[in-house]
Structure formats: C-alpha cells, structure tokens
C-alpha cells in the first residue's frame, strides 16, 4: 500500500511558475513509477508526466515538455512536478499516482491515487 499526498498548488498568473510536491508513504517508494495526472473541469484525466522507479527515465505529455519537469526524491520519498510558462490551459487538479508498472501514461496502470491539488492559471 502506498498513501500519497499532493501540495504545491494555488493560484498564479499566467507566465508563471509552480512547484507541485507528492509525498508518498507506506510500501517502498522507489519501487514504483510515479507520475502526474490533471483533470480539467469537464475533461477527462490526462497523463502529464512520470518518472521511473531510478529516477533515469522520463515520459511527459508532448505539450509540457519545454516547461514541466519532473523529478524525485527517494530518500524524502517524495516526486516534484515543476511547471513553469504556465498558460491558463494548465488549470485543472493535479492527482499523483504509483504504479508498479514502467513508465505507464494510462489511468488503469496506476494502482494508487492522491487526493489532488487544485491549480489555477489566471490570463
């Protein structure tokens, strides 16, 4: 089992910046591919971005490859999305999720969830 918690998020402007943070618990975090996921109002989840159990690999949405990067921390257990020339189609809640599975951008291949974090881009 693994328990994840999102921060980071809140209200910025549009050019802007933000640091989203993902701080996992329970089961052995490096053990999973972790990765981020956001939902728009009236969309359907989207895979943003993830990072392999080392650490060397990377997959990320082809729309925020040039401003979001993704990394992690094992030792603080915790995965980061930094996302930076923020545009307003960014505004949605960002969810952390694990999977077991490599490198997965698939919603059925994550096994755990966190509760989300709401970000919001002003024009």
């Known amino acids: 089992q693994v328990q994840l918690v999102e921060s980071g998020g809140g209200l910025v402007q549009s050019g802007g910046s933000l640091r989203l943070s993902c701080a996992a618990s329970g089961d052995t975090f490096s053990s999973y591919t972790m990765a981020w996921f956001r939902q728009a109002p009236g969309k359907e989840r989207e895979f943003v971005a993830a990072i392999s159990r080392s650490g060397g690999s990377t997959r990320l949405l082809n729309s925020v490859k040039d401003r979001f990067t993704i990394s992690a921390d094992n030792a603080k257990n915790t995965v980061y999305l930094q996302m930076n020339s923020l545009k307003p189609e960014d505004t949605a809640v960002y969810y952390c999720?694990?999977?077991?599975?490599?490198?997965?951008?698939?919603?059925?291949?994550?096994?755990?969830w966190g509760q989300g974090t709401q970000v919001t881009v002003s024009s």
């Open positions: 999720a694990a999977s077991s599975r490599m490198l997965g951008a698939r919603i059925p291949e994550y096994d755990y």
